[in-house]
Nanobody, 114 residues
Framework: VQLQASGGGLVQPGGSLRLSCAAS????????MRWYRQAPGTERELVAQ???????HYGVSVGGRFFVSGDYAKHTLNLEMNNLKPADTAVYYC?????????WGQGTQVTVSS
C-alpha cells in the first residue's frame, strides 16, 4: 500500500485546515487508517483512526476539534482540523494497517502560527 498525504500548510490560530490522503496498491487489504503527528522533540502521537465500518477514534488532545472521514471505495482519508492551536504544529502522517503490515505515508507539515 502506498500513501500520499497532502493539504498541510501555514494557518493562524483558530483557523481550519483539511488534510487528505490517497491510498493506492493493495487497498482492499486495509483494515483501518490513521493519522499520526509528530512535533520536533516529541513522541509520535495518534490523532485519529477510522476503520472500514466507519468507526472513529480520536486522540485526547484533538477530540471535538478534528474530524476524520474516509472513503474506502475511493481509497481516500481526510482529516478536518478546526480551531487549530500552535500546539497542533507537527508533521502529520497518514497510515494504513493490513493484517500483516502498517504502512506509512511521507507526512505533510502543518504549522499553526500568527
Amino acid at each position: 500500500v502506498q500513501l500520499q498525504a497532502s493539504g498541510g500548510g501555514l494557518v493562524q490560530p483558530g483557523g481550519s485546515l483539511r488534510l487528505s490522503c490517497a491510498a493506492s496498491g493493495n487497498t482492499v487489504s486495509i483494515i483501518y487508517m490513521r493519522w499520526y503527528r509528530q512535533a520536533p522533540g516529541t513522541e509520535r502521537e495518534l490523532v485519529a483512526q477510522i476503520d472500514t465500518h466507519g468507526n472513529t477514534h480520536y486522540g485526547v488532545s484533538v477530540g471535538g476539534r478534528f474530524f476524520v472521514s474516509g472513503d474506502y471505495a475511493k481509497h481516500t482519508l481526510n482529516l478536518e482540523m478546526n480551531n487549530l492551536k500552535p500546539a497542533d504544529t507537527a508533521v502529520y502522517y497518514c497510515t494504513a494497517r493490513t493484517r500483516d503490515k502498517h504502512f506509512w505515508g511521507q507526512g505533510t507539515q502543518v504549522t499553526v502560527s500568527s
